[in-house]
């Protein structure tokens, strides 16, 4: 008990760890991992990735490239972390439509971290060392040439893979996938040869819910944010209405296990009633 309170009240958005903390941490995952293992598990996991700034500004790292690559190298650790407990679907959050608006480099930073860990999450599927099946969702226009690439080629490497289905919202918002998805309902029955009068008659809940852009995936289950930040700010704005939702004050690319396992326990003890 006395490990477990130390561990939580420690600020852990950015550790230092000694050796003694160090046991503390594992002795404390070990605990955790046997609490959750007998629980349910979220089909499916929606992760908000959020913090990477103002861990560079802890740490001193000013290189926006550098930084979200901390941010992208923590995925490889999620995946195990998800494949350990049988997680069968992850949708991760990691460049949002607004955050086109922040300073050029900063964005051509961002995008370059984030078209590395593609080409790497490409390369392990090329080479068996990962069964996990990319894709990603979002806004594409206007996104580099050379990260388009890089998204064909991760969501090519990895489409006979059946295992852990990875989905990464990049250029992504909520009213954005919503307005696309009726746009794409309405241009496939004007297709089919429907009156715009028709057309309009067919808009249903289930018929948007088809048209979305991972709509072969059931509804998150859990989405946790880090950073601290207490919304969801537009991620899976439709599919969240029921999701069991938590909030680690730890920033992305300081996430550990730990965090990891706390956010699965949280979602375990809820009852959730669906609106019942």
């Known amino acids: 008990m006395l490990v477990s309170r130390v561990i939580v009240h420690l600020d852990t958005r950015v550790p230092a760890l000694g050796p003694a903390l160090r046991a503390a941490y594992r002795l404390y995952e070990w605990r955790l991992r046997r609490e959750v293992a007998g629980g349910a598990m979220p089909r499916h996991l929606g992760i908000i990735l959020d913090g990477n700034r103002r861990y560079g500004e802890l740490r001193g790292i000013s290189d926006t490239r550098a930084l979200y690559g901390r941010g992208a190298d923590k995925l490889d650790e999620l995946l195990d972390w ?57 806004q594409r226009a206007g996104l580099p040439a050379s990260l388009l690439e890089a998204i064909r080629a991760a969501e090519a490497a990895s489409a006979h893979h059946r295992g852990l289905c990875l989905t990464i919202a990049l250029a992504y918002g909520g009213r954005d996938e919503i307005a696309d998805a009726v746009r794409a309902l309405l241009a496939q029955r004007l297709e089919m040869g429907d009156t715009l009068d028709r057309a309009i008659e067919a808009i249903s809940t289930d018929a948007i819910g088809r048209h979305l852009y991972s709509a072969d995936l059931p509804d998150p289950d859990l989405i946790v944010r880090t950073s601290g930040e207490a919304r969801l700010s537009g991620f899976l704005l439709w599919q969240s209405v029921y999701s069991e939702v938590y909030f680690s004050d730890v920033y992305w690319p300081a996430f550990r296990k730990i965090d990891f396992l706390r956010a699965i326990r949280s979602y375990q003890q809820r009852h959730r009633r669906y609106g019942l």
């Open 82 to 138: 998800c494949g350990e407990l049988g997680i069968p679907a992850v949708t991760l959050w990691a460049f949002s439509t607004d955050n086109l608006r922040r300073k050029p480099g900063e964005v051509l930073g961002i995008l370059a971290a984030i078209e590395e860990k593609l080409r790497h999450l490409a390369e392990a599927a090329r080479a068996g060392h990962r069964t996990v099946r990319v894709r990603v969702v979002g």
